[in-house]
């Protein structure tokens, strides 16, 4: 396991490569191009100079989070060869400088959703949160059109102004996107991708969509063990693999986390660990990620990564805002710094406990 910290370039994150590097026990960084709209060619001369950079504070790239799909090969329009040349151009030029790792989602229109930005919790700090009563009031239109104020000035991943900015239309062009529909257009895209990935040893992690069940009417098709392993045994080889995001799959409290991660040997290839807080069915707020803190067992959740072999980058999640620091949200240094810590913690005694008995 290589713990890691997601870092969005110096030009966008408010975390500097320095401070990362003296969280004990992480190795490196997760990172991206974030400029780079999805569907455009990342050129190998950003991706080495984003490479040195990272290098020279001694820390290194262990992936990527996210190249991001282009909304034609999720809705599989005719242009969609086009964009999924550039994806493999993109790829390409990933493996030439040693970076192999990739992280993605197919969730059509946005991203991840949460109702609240800074909800407080009784020790003060903030964090993010979902109710889908919320959702089931408002206006589509609206609250996409507040979303730019809600995020407080920072662009936050999946939800670019200019993606804002088409909406109306992007939801027009997935209105005859069934999940089935988005089914078969994902193994499109794995089978098309896959000699690249075999030939350079990428391995493809998709990230489950967050909330985990459909919202505002638009298919989702990694939400649950079942539907995981379809897409697994759709394109059944080593490359087409799961980032294990506890807080995405966890929203759905139906979901047995560690289970879900011993049905999945050698097919995780990242994993996102952190705690939620579940209210009632559909509502829950981000917490701590000790296990205390929230709904989830992260020992549980560790153990299970680890005697299943994962060996790949792990990362802390969403933290809560604390400690007065301004950064984006969920993406401060502290409180992803206290969460790294206390997953290492969990790691080094289950090592200490395997390999003494
Ligand atoms: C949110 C993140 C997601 C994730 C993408 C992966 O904080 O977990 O934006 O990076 O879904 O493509």
């Given amino acids: 396991m290589n713990m890691t910290l997601r870092w969005y370039g110096s030009k966008f994150d408010t975390v500097t490569l320095k401070q990362i590097r003296q969280i004990p026990g992480v190795k490196g960084v997760i990172t991206m191009l974030y400029d780079i709209p999805a569907g455009e060619v990342w050129p190998l001369d950003r991706i080495e100079a984003l490479k040195a950079e990272v290098e020279a504070e001694d820390l290194k790239i262990f992936g990527i989070e996210s190249v991001n799909v282009h909304d034609s090969i999720k809705i599989g329009s005719p242009d969609r060869d086009k964009y999924i040349a550039n994806y493999i151009t993109s790829l390409e030029n990933l493996a030439k400088a040693g970076i192999t790792t990739v992280c993605y989602n197919f969730m059509p229109v946005f991203d991840w959703t949460r109702t609240d930005l800074a ?5 003060g700090s903030t964090v993010f949160a979902y109710d889908q009563k919320i959702i089931d ?7 996409f059109n507040q979303s730019n104020d809600r995020f407080g000035g920072y662009v936050m991943p999946g939800w670019e102004p200019e993606r804002l900015a088409k909406i109306k239309e992007l939801f027009e062009a997935y209105k005859d996107v069934t999940e089935n529909k988005l089914f078969d257009n994902l193994i499109y895209f794995l089978k098309a991708i896959q000699p690249t990935c075999e030939k350079y040893g990428i391995k493809m992690a998709i990230h489950p969509d967050d909330p985990a069940w459909p919202i505002f009417n638009l298919p989702r ?4 063990k079942e539907k995981v392993l379809k897409v697994m045994k759709a394109v059944d080889a080593p490359f087409n693999g799961l980032t294990f995001c506890a807080g995405s799959f966890g929203t759905n409290p139906e979901n047995d986390l560690p289970g879900m991660i011993r049905a999945l040997p050698g097919r995780i290839h990242f994993a996102h660990v952190r705690n939620l807080h579940h209210i009632e069915p559909g509502v829950f707020e981000e917490t701590a990620h000790l296990s205390s803190e929230g709904s989830f067992d992260l020992y549980e959740i560790v153990k299970a990564l680890y005697e299943t072999g994962f060996e790949g980058p792990v990362r802390p999640d969403h933290g809560r805002m604390i400690w007065d620091e301004v950064a984006m949200p969920a993406y401060g240094l502290y409180d992803r710094a206290i969460g790294a ?17």
């Fill in 137 to 143: 009031s408002i206006d589509r239109d609206t609250f």
């Fill in 119 to 123: 909800k407080m919790l009784s020790d």
């Fill in 341 to 357: 810590s206390y997953i290492l913690g969990l790691h080094e005694a289950i090592d200490k406990n395997a390999t003494r008995k």
């Fill in 221 to 224: 098709i990694i939400t649950s």
